[in-house]
């Protein structure tokens, strides 16, 4: 939704002067925002914007502590060299896990036919999404 005008007070210069709308979207699902975070700058034709240095988000605790598990999780991996575990954590997060016959973990979103993991909240799998597939003739 870039370029969107309205007259106001540019965040930039100060001035008083018709407004156009910058949006800096984020792939973070927050509570301030639906469905993702971003921030908006609005600023005079005369000004360029920048991203703002910093960004006030609103998070569920539980979201935020399960980002930092994560996070760490995911920094202990690298170290020990297992980066191939850290894709296997997020097809898990995502809610699309499956299982093959084979026994291997995958995103059913490219392997339908997979087995969907059941939620496990001791594990940290959340309940399985539904795929949306059409089946053409």
């Known amino acids: 939704m870039n370029g969107d005008i309205e007259h106001g007070i540019c965040q ?5 002067a018709d407004l156009t709308r910058k949006y ?4 973070i699902k ?3 925002h639906s469905p993702y975070h971003f921030e908006l700058v609005r600023h005079c034709k005369k000004c360029i914007p920048k991203e703002p240095e910093i960004t006030k988000i609103i998070v569920k605790t539980n979201i935020l502590k399960k980002f930092i598990m994560d996070k760490k999780t995911g920094e202990k991996l690298i170290k020990a060299g297992r980066e ?3 894709k296997l954590l997020e097809i898990r997060n995502s809610g699309y896990a499956g299982i093959l016959s084979t026994g291997e973990i995958v995103d059913r979103r490219t392997f339908p036919e997979a087995i969907p993991m059941q ?3 001791s594990l940290g799998i959340p309940e399985p999404k539904n795929l949306i597939c059409s089946l053409i003739n």
């Open 119 to 121: 939620k496990n909240k």
């Open 84 to 86: 191939d575990l850290i």
């Open 30 to 32: 927050c509570e301030c």
């Open 24 to 27: 800096y979207r984020y792939d």
């Open 12 to 16: 930039i210069c100060h001035n008083e």
